[in-house]
């Protein structure tokens, strides 16, 4: 590890300050001090933003609020989440491991970086680690990688379980930076890696997450995750996905969709959604609408067995939200 | 007196210092004024060292070394082979030329003041290459087998090929045949605790806090290496956090600590990551192996072949009992097994438990299952069908062989009964329900050994050998051994293990502990007290070492292995695909048990491990470099908690007055064998697609 210096700051303000002059943030430090150990990532200043009051979790009205540095496990055990949100409270369980999800904060899940091996080699190219020396992953060994939104630069899919139940549920995120507040769709929030895969999101520099909003729907309360792994537990997704329905006298008035570890960022399936709309809860209509989840799908060498895998997963979460509905 | 305490459910004696952290492993030897060393691994599969750009390096703060082939010193390498060294080949001469042999292979050593400044040095340093690409895959059409020379002698332990009748053309006359390819992947030990060793000089004397479990071994190693008389080393391992195989040879990285603590005049502590435990340390080979079984369709066995294939490295010819077991299993009057190496681009592999008969007997018994549904038999009645009298490889009795026994237990406790023949019949609400199972089979080794005890005047008794305990409690179940030997309250037996200075016992492995050093360990404690009985103690202690062995007139007479039966039962998502094992039973007939709590725990955790192999463990390598993309315990499947359900162990009641006075057969490697057959099994029951590639994981059952 790089030797670094760490400040804590107590307020918000010397937080925007501390980040506006090139410091990095660090919450749980789950990702980053293992990335930190391998050299990957190698910040020479840190500040600790842990004291920061920005750990609630609220609901106001059917809306949910999650302060930026509410840790997985307090979100997934709070009551209100658990009855309103019960796909957030899924999702993060199902995510990392008790131990992670002790430390870690909504705002750093987001964040989180990749899991691609080479992204963690420094003897390997990637492109996302440093900028045009290449991408070992598509020639490589990719049985993990996405198939949706890669290019030829990068391939590499994005880890949150949570952050695709945000996708899906619409969730906005309130940020503060130095030149004031904003608030947008979380699902802003992921870039494509295009040509440029070393930039991941759209954080303006000096920009810190205060909160992330989930509005309540009518379909919140009965939405439900999948995740498919070889391993019950402590295993990043093969294929998951997040699906909400809105039911009523057996057809689907509203769906709310988005799929995880097929896409290079949380993937929300709009034209699946549209599919479904006015449709009865029906297996059949499942599996046509999932299979327009493979639009412009682009398999890699090692991870064709996705395209028969997202449809499947797709149908069994719909069948889930379904029977919840 | 007699205590009656083999037998006994007797908790870990060491389970306190265990749990407080008293108990110290390796990397806890502290020694003062130390420094500590990072290996730096070569970053190419294939090539030689250029360049090495030690200069800013050496300029770095708290550095206070930097050896690589170059600046460091040539060491002797004097002619050692262990039989847990490869018969074959010449072990790995590290920091002695340019060569790249496999990637990650140690090319360099940083030496530091702490931990972190060794570190930032070795992340710093800059090496060149010339590389080629490495050879890596097994399945390359580019790779060379080789019969395994130590395989071609007479009478070899692992002979190449064997034979008996005509396998071949009772294959081809066979009226019911199953002929397939199994493949098992390649598999790394990731034991809890990390390989490490604190070495500190004194002279030309050298002390090794080291992770082995051979630590006699590791002393003639090093000795070897340097070039020293044995005695010059002392090798200390008290405790070992899990091994599994990993820890039986002396790996470079305890030169590398020696080499280095010479070299800058100070003890240094050298602990590998766990990264570097995916390519240093040695792992399963991965194989491929042919089984072809011939059976009259009444389900009489008429021939078996088994050719099996299992990776190497160019400079060791690294054998395992791979086809061992399709010899003596079933009654069969043809038999042909062919066992073959391929020399790889990789480190040496090395026993992991299990070794070998975990691999065999997943091709013998997953094609076994498969005969039982082509001939429409239920698997256990097909087994009982090819039940030998005696061993046919061997043509001798069986000391003992419990094998059907530990199949009527196990079908009982699991419920076989009530599993409907036909493969996809079975479902739990959406989930595809599948019951398997398979037989098991170790050999009951015994080896040499040696013990010593020592009766003291306060009435408690000191026993000494230098055995390990990695973790099945060996303390504890010597210490039965003993208390009962010498009549004495278990409180009153202390024993120690883990130094090279005590009396020597064979590795820690093969299952043979409770035999070779319990058998020497009785043998002590009968010595030292018939030295008691010749003279009154008078205060002073009385001791006595001894040695045990088996009767050779008797080896020669029986076979001897221990055998098992497991069942397991899995459901599988058919629309996902996930596969969960739900339940596993096993029994085992494995001769006396000496502690069934123990023993119970040694097979819970051979069935994770058969587990692992059978739905998750693979280490995948990047065919381009040899580099193992998934050598991180996110990234390297074991199971977890979640994952393991109810498994239960029983033991059939056994009592075999061949193996040796103990009557034991071991324990330890057999719990892994079976275990992954049986998965494979439960999974063609489940889904009816039949996979023969491990680990079986949710794409090869996708598309049912």
Sequence with gaps: MLPFTLEKVTSVQAAIAAASSGRRFIAGGTTLIDLMREEVDQPAHLVDINALPLSEIRIEGSDLVIGALARMTDIAAHAGVQRLHPLVAESLVEGASPQLRNMASIGGNLLQRVRCPYFRMHDAPCNKRSPNSGCAAIDGLNAGHAILGTSNHCAATHPSDVAVALVALDATMQVRGPRGERTFPVEELFRLPGDTPHLEHTLLPGELILAVRIPGGPDSRRARYLKVRDRASYEFALVSAAAALDVEDGVIRQARLAVGGVGTRPWRLRTVEKALIGKPLDRKIFETAARLALEGARPLSGNHYKLELLPRTIVRALEMAGEAA | ?704
């Design chain 2, 1 to 704: 007196m007699t205590t009656n305490v083999i037998g006994t459910p007797l908790p870990r004696v060491d389970g306190r210092a265990k749990v407080t952290g008293a108990a110290r492993y390796a990397a806890d030897f502290n020694q003062g004024g130390q420094a500590y060393a990072v290996i730096v691994g070569a970053t190419v599969g294939l090539g030689r060292v250029t360049g090495i750009e030690t200069a800013p390096v050496e300029k770095m703060p708290g550095v206070v070394a930097v050896i690589t082939h170059r600046n460091g010193p040539r060491l002797p390498y004097a002619p050692h082979k262990s039989y847990i060294d490869p018969a074959t080949g010449e072990r790995l001469h590290v920091l002695q030329d340019d060569q790249v042999h496999f990637y990650g292979q140690p090319v360099a050593i940083v030496v530091a003041d702490t931990l972190d400044q060794a570190e930032r040095a070795a992340a710093a340093l800059h090496i060149s290459y010339t590389a080629e690409r490495p050879l890596v895959d097994l399945a390359d059409p580019k790779a060379r087998p080789v019969v395994p020379a130590a395989g071609k002698q007479p009478d070899a332990r692992l002979p190449a090929d064997t034979a008996r009748g005509n396998a071949d053309s009772a294959l081809a006359d066979a009226p019911v045949k199953v002929d397939e390819i199994y493949e098992i992947a390649r598999e790394n030990h990731n034991p809890m605790e990390p390989h490490a060793t604190v070495a500190a000089w004194n002279g030309n004397r050298l002390t090794l806090w080291s992770k082995s479990q051979f630590v006699v071994n590791e002393q003639a190693e090093i000795a070897a290496v340097f070039g020293l008389p044995p005695e010059n080393i002392q090798v200390i391992c008290p405790f070992i956090g899990g091994a599994f195989g990993t820890s039986l040879r002396t790996w470079p990285h305890v030169t590398l600590a020696a080499v280095a603590a010479r070299q800058v005049g100070r003890p240094v502590k050298l602990v590998l990551t766990r990264k570097q435990m995916f390519f240093m340390t040695g792992h399963r080979p991965r194989t491929l192996q042919r089984m072809a079984l011939g059976a009259t369709a009444d389900g009489k066995l008429t021939s078996i072949v088994h050719e099996g294939t299992g990776e190497t490295s160019r400079y060791e010819e690294f054998m395992e009992a791979l086809t061992s077991v399709t010899s003596f299993l079933y009654s069969t009057p043809n038999v042909q097994t062919r066992y073959r190496l391929l020399p790889l681009d990789i480190g040496t592999p090395n026993h992991m438990r299990g070794p070998g008969e975990a691999s065999g007997v997943f091709a013998l018994e997953c094609a076994v299952d498969e005969l039982s549904y082509k001939l429409g038999i239920d698997p256990i009645e097909l087994r009982r069908r090819n039940e030998p009298a005696i061993d046919e490889g061997e043509n001798k009795p069986f000391s003992s062989r419990s094998l059907m026994k530990c199949h009527d237990l196990a079908a009982e406790r699991f419920g076989w009964s009530r599993r409907l023949p036909e493969p996809r019949s079975m479902r739990d609400g959406r989930l595809l329900v599948g019951m398997g199972m398979a037989s098991a089979s170790y050999p009951a080794f015994h080896a040499p050994a040696d013990a010593r005890a020592r009766l003291l005047a306060d009435g408690t008794a000191e026993i000494e050998v230098a055995a390990s305990d990695m973790g099945p409690g060996t303390y504890t179940s010597m210490t039965q051994v003993a208390a009962e030997t010498l009549g004495l309250p278990v409180e009153r037996v202390r024993l120690s293990l883990g130094r090279s200075d005590y009396p020597p016992a064979p590795s820690h492995g093969g299952s043979w502990t409770m035999a070779s050093v319990g058998s020497a360990i009785r043998a002590a404690c009968m010595a030292v007290q018939e030295e008691a009985a010749k003279r009154p103690q008078g205060g002073r202690p009385i001791e006595a070492t001894a040695s045990a062995q088996r009767d050779p007139d008797v080896a020669a007479r029986f076979s001897m292995h221990s055998f098992g039966a497991v069942f397991a039962e899995v459901a599988v998502d058919p629309d996902v695909g996930t596969i969960r094992l739900r339940r596993a039973v096993g029994a085992y007939g494995i001769g006396r048990v000496v502690n069934p709590r123990l023993a119970r725990s040694q097979c819970i955790g051979g069935m994770i491990g058969g587990m692992g192999m059978a739905l998750m463990e693979r280490t995948v390598l990047d065919p381009r470099d040899g580099r193992p993309v998934n050598a991180h315990m996110a990234d390297y499947l074991l199971p977890v908690n979640l994952d393991i359900p109810q498994l239960e162990a029983h033991f059939v009641e056994e009592i075999d007055p061949h193996v040796n006075a103990l009557g034991v057969k071991g324990l330890g490697e057999i719990a892994l064998v079976g275990m992954a057959p049986a998965i494979a099994n439960a999974v063609f029951h489940a889904t009816g697609k039949r996979v023969r590639s491990l680990p079986i994981r949710i794409e090869d059952v996708l598309t049912v």
